[in-house]
T-cell receptor, first 111, second 110 residues
Framework: EAQVTQNPRYLITVTGKKLTVTCSQN?????MSWYRQDPGLGLRQIYY???????DKGDVPEGYKVSRKEKRNFPLILESPSPNQTSLYFC??????????FGSGTRLTVV | EDQVTQSPEALRLQEGESSSLNCSYT??????LFWYRQDPGKGPEFLFT???AGEEKEKERLKATLTKKESFLHITAPKPEDSATYLC???????????FGQGTRLTINP
């Protein structure tokens, strides 16, 4: 089944403790992206990648890192999480000219 | 700056009562306009892509249309299982980012 898989689905962590949210797609898509969704603010892009080793900032990149060492994987790294990064995170992938396929989401709480 | 505004914020209908959701947009050269459905706690599910004014696409009880300034998602004879938040997004030419609207939360009462 064609899909984008994120892990974990739920995560509660403490301020400053480094964490990684994994994302993997099995559709051989070139483009991958991370979004966060917050009430009243909608979905906003954090980072995106156009292919292996090619990444760029989206609208809200502060406090996040990404890497794209393999085409299928695009992990999101929070080096020192803060409470304002509490949010619902989505990974998405697409091929040229197509709509993005989204993962099921990761609900992150930073206390 | 690319912008998407959806209306209404919330809509409650009776089963079988047809209606339309609106998506107004401004974009510096449209590459595509996307409609997604999102159920609570889940990721957006792709519905349609529209590329140029005058284009229409249909899927079951849903029909999406596009003009140069807005898109409509028409829902004909909806059922309770159509209840969800419907998201509209635009992608500008040369960009990979999707710019989303706030969504319309649709509730269909049996």
């Amino acid at each position: 089944e064609a899909q984008v898989t994120q892990n974990p689905r739920y995560l509660i962590t403490v301020t400053g403790k480094k964490l990684t949210v994994t994302c993997s797609q099995n559709m051989n898509h070139e483009y991958m992206s991370w979004y966060r969704q917050d009430p009243g603010l909608g979905l906003r892009q954090i980072y995106y990648s156009m292919n292996v080793e090619v990444t760029d900032k989206g609208d809200v990149p502060e406090g996040y890192k990404v890497s794209r060492k393999e085409k299928r994987n695009f992990p999101l790294i929070l080096e020192s999480p803060s409470p304002n990064q509490t949010s619902l995170y989505f990974c998405a992938s697409s091929s040229t000219g197509r709509g993005y396929t989204f993962g099921s989401g990761t609900r992150l709480t930073v206390v | 700056e690319d912008q998407v505004t959806q209306s209404p914020e919330a809509l409650r209908l009776q089963e079988g009562e047809s209606s339309s959701l609106n998506c107004s947009y401004t974009v510096s050269g449209l590459r595509g306009l996307f409609w997604y459905r999102q159920d609570p706690g889940k990721g957006p599910e792709f519905l349609f892509t529209l590329y140029s004014a005058g284009e229409e696409k249909e899927k079951e009880r849903l029909k999406a249309t596009l003009t140069k300034k807005e898109s409509f998602l028409h829902i004909t004879a909806p059922k309770p299982e159509d209840s969800a938040t419907y998201l509209c997004a635009v992608q500008a030419k040369g960009a990979q980012k999707l710019v989303f609207g706030q969504g319309t939360r649709l509730t269909i009462n049996p």
